[in-house]
């Protein structure tokens, strides 16, 4: 044998152990599928937070024609879940929800993304649920497919950002007849008219992010190029008194993608964010160029292995069609990992039919490995939306997929090893949960970087504990860079808890 070929075999057979030590439990919560007809052949999403005060995250999952439901959280050692939707949530048309304080009560209140006029809920105990009746949002006649939130500076209230697909009103659709992504900026206590952000290229997914560090949030948009056809591109919108696109003279690299969903962290340990964004064919990896002087990713997706351009096991090798992604850490080495949803959009005979959802390692040299099959996560249904979340705060980062004709999925991940920390962030003022503000975990290994956002996924949100896996370190220091730039002084903790962090 070839020494090259002993070398190869030495590294694929410590990477497999790694692969197979990674072992999700698939839990029966019950019935639910999100089904309807073309109009919920995108969306399927999940909100991940806690409604009923007790620590531990519900769910509400998005059914298209199908009414929405919540489980409720009931799990102790083992990750658990009921059904017991109340009225005011049991809703037809839901494409997806994000979690978010809006009235800064500490209770987290809904955005629901329908076919249909969104709505903004008022949380209050008790999973319970009603519009909120004195902020004055109104929602349109819209198909909504993404949503992101920020705090503007001095703004009490959040500003709100629904991503729009095609405008099914529109007699010429429906190629070349995307709706605009509609703003809703505040005005003291209340929300001024939506604004519309035009044009608008068919969004199926839009983040708030700092990408910059000046302290203002700008909003990515990704497009899906199936219905725009000509003439669109993914957007970067700076959040000016009057909005604007940043252009290729800001250092915005222009691309056009069937964008699906994005994800954002940092990769790199530079603190800036990079981007990971789904698409039918491929998956783009864009890491960030401090350097450029403006917003400028660069594209590394052969680069470090995460193209999932093609599906990894069941012998279909046609094209993979992304969703929802997120970046998570779900065997606690202190390495960052990609789960991407995937499935065909129905019957689409270019695509897989066959399209196992995608778990990517990121191993120590920021290459990333296929782990799905071995982790016991690559499900063949047509999936959407998702979230990775503890479910028991054991520390290790569980799954819940949404799909379209198919039983939601919800797996519980084994603890095997490593060391982990969950973040609670909050402060005594407007934005109670820090949106906008950066955590910042070191130990010896390095330092990792937290963005706390609103929005991205496909459809999907998640509000609550921030989790950090540590691999074997025996301390860590913690502080936060809050939503107004003031740092936080360093504390040093030991791993393996909860901790709160206060302003």
């Given at each position: 044998?070839?020494?090259?070929?002993?070398?190869?075999?030495?590294?694929?057979?410590?990477?497999?152990?790694?692969?197979?030590?990674?072992?999700?439990?698939?839990?029966?919560?019950?019935?639910?599928?999100?089904?309807?007809?073309?109009?919920?052949?995108?969306?399927?999403?999940?909100?991940?937070?806690?409604?009923?005060?007790?620590?531990?995250?519900?769910?509400?999952?998005?059914?298209?024609?199908?009414?929405?439901?919540?489980?409720r959280n009931t799990s102790h050692d083992s990750v658990s879940f009921r059904a017991d939707t109340p009225k005011q949530l049991s809703l037809t048309g839901v494409t997806g929800a994000y979690p978010l304080d809006v009235d800064n009560d500490g209770i987290l209140d809904l955005a629901v993304l329908r076919v249909g006029p969104d709505l903004l809920l008022k949380g209050e105990t008790d999973c319970n649920f009603r519009p909120f009746?004195?902020?004055?949002?109104?929602?349109?006649?819209?198909?909504?497919?993404?949503?992101?939130?920020?705090?503007?500076?001095?703004?009490?209230?959040?500003?709100?950002?629904?991503?729009?697909?095609?405008?099914?009103?529109?007699?010429?659709?429906?190629?070349?007849?995307?709706?605009?992504?509609?703003?809703?900026?505040?005005?003291?206590?209340?929300?001024?008219?939506?604004?519309?952000?035009?044009?608008?290229?068919?969004?199926?997914?839009?983040?708030?992010?700092?990408?910059?560090?000046?302290?203002?949030?700008?909003?990515?948009?990704?497009?899906?190029?199936?219905?725009?056809?000509?003439?669109?591109?993914?957007?970067?919108?700076?959040?000016?008194?009057?909005?604007?696109?940043?252009?290729?003279?800001?250092?915005?690299?222009?691309?056009?993608?069937?964008?699906?969903?994005?994800?954002?962290?940092?990769?790199?340990?530079?603190?800036?964010?990079?981007?990971?964004?789904?698409?039918?064919?491929?998956?783009?990896?864009?890491?960030?160029?401090?350097?450029?002087?403006?917003?400028?990713?660069?594209?590394?997706?052969?680069?470090?292995?995460?193209?999932?351009?093609?599906?990894?096991?069941?012998?279909?090798?046609?094209?993979?069609?992304?969703?929802?992604?997120?970046?998570?850490?779900?065997?606690?080495?202190?390495?960052?990992?990609?789960?991407?949803?995937?499935?065909?959009?129905?019957?689409?005979?270019?695509?897989?039919?066959?399209?196992?959802?995608?778990?990517?390692?990121?191993?120590?040299?920021?290459?990333?490995?296929?782990?799905?099959?071995?982790?016991?996560?690559?499900?063949?249904?047509?999936?959407?939306?998702?979230?990775?979340?503890?479910?028991?705060?054991?520390?290790?980062?569980?799954?819940?997929?949404?799909?379209?004709?198919?039983?939601?999925?919800?797996?519980?991940?084994?603890?095997?090893?490593?060391?982990?920390?969950?973040?609670?962030?909050?402060?005594?003022?407007?934005?109670?949960?820090?949106?906008g503000g950066f955590i910042e975990i070191k130990t010896a290994a390095g330092m990792q970087t937290r963005e706390i956002t609103i929005g991205g996924g496909h459809a999907s949100g998640i509000a609550g504990l921030h989790h950090f896996g540590l691999a074997d370190a025996k301390t860590t220091e913690v502080r936060v860079i809050w939503p107004d730039g003031e740092a936080g002084d360093w504390q040093e903790y030991h791993p393996n808890?909860?901790?709160?962090?206060?302003?």
């Amino acid at each position: 044998m070839r020494p090259e070929l002993c070398i190869l075999f030495v590294f694929a057979s410590a990477s497999t152990v790694e692969a197979q030590a990674l072992q999700f439990q698939k839990i029966d919560i019950g019935t639910h599928t999100y089904d309807g007809g073309w109009e919920h052949f995108v969306g399927g999403g999940v909100a991940v937070f806690d409604c009923d005060g007790d620590g531990l995250p519900e769910l509400f999952a998005a059914g298209g024609t199908s009414p929405a439901q919540l489980f409720r959280n009931t799990s102790h050692d083992s990750v658990s879940f009921r059904a017991d939707t109340p009225k005011q949530l049991s809703l037809t048309g839901v494409t997806g929800a994000y979690p978010l304080d809006v009235d800064n009560d500490g209770i987290l209140d809904l955005a629901v993304l329908r076919v249909g006029p969104d709505l903004l809920l008022k949380g209050e105990t008790d999973c319970n649920f009603r519009p909120f009746d004195t902020l004055g949002f109104r929602s349109e006649d819209h198909w909504t497919t993404g949503f992101s939130a920020t705090w503007e500076v001095d703004q009490t209230l959040p500003t709100l950002a629904f991503g729009t697909y095609v405008d099914r009103r529109n007699p010429d659709g429906p190629f070349e007849a995307c709706g605009p992504t509609v703003l809703y900026r505040p005005n003291g206590g209340s929300y001024q008219p939506p604004e519309y952000l035009e044009p608008g290229y068919c969004a199926l997914s839009v983040l708030f992010s700092d990408w910059s560090r000046s302290g203002q949030a700008d909003l990515r948009v990704s497009n899906d190029r199936h219905y725009y056809v000509r003439g669109g591109q993914e957007q970067l919108w700076a959040m000016e008194a009057t909005p604007r696109t940043y252009s290729q003279k800001d250092g915005w690299l222009p691309y056009s993608i069937w964008g699906m969903g994005i994800a954002s962290r940092d990769l790199t340990g530079d603190g800036f964010p990079e981007v990971y964004l789904t698409s039918m064919g491929d998956q783009k990896l864009q890491i960030f160029d401090p350097k450029a002087g403006g917003p400028t990713w660069r594209d590394a997706t052969y680069a470090k292995g995460t193209t999932a351009h093609r599906p990894h096991t069941g012998g279909d090798g046609r094209p993979s069609t992304g969703w929802h992604a997120q970046f998570g850490d779900v065997n606690n080495d202190g390495l960052d990992d990609i789960f991407v949803a995937k499935g065909n959009v129905e019957q689409m005979p270019d695509a897989a039919l066959n399209d196992p959802n995608n778990l990517l390692l990121q191993q120590q040299n920021g290459q990333f490995q296929e782990a799905s099959a071995e982790a016991g996560i690559a499900s063949m249904a047509k999936s959407r939306g998702a979230a990775l979340a503890d479910f028991n705060n054991d520390g290790w980062l569980d799954l819940v997929v949404v799909n379209r004709g198919s039983e939601l999925e919800v797996y519980q991940n084994h603890p095997h090893t490593g060391n982990w920390v969950l973040t609670d962030i909050a402060q005594d003022r407007p934005n109670r949960f820090a949106v906008g503000g950066f955590i910042e975990i070191k130990t010896a290994a390095g330092m990792q970087t937290r963005e706390i956002t609103i929005g991205g996924g496909h459809a999907s949100g998640i509000a609550g504990l921030h989790h950090f896996g540590l691999a074997d370190a025996k301390t860590t220091e913690v502080r936060v860079i809050w939503p107004d730039g003031e740092a936080g002084d360093w504390q040093e903790y030991h791993p393996n808890q909860i901790i709160r962090i206060e302003r």
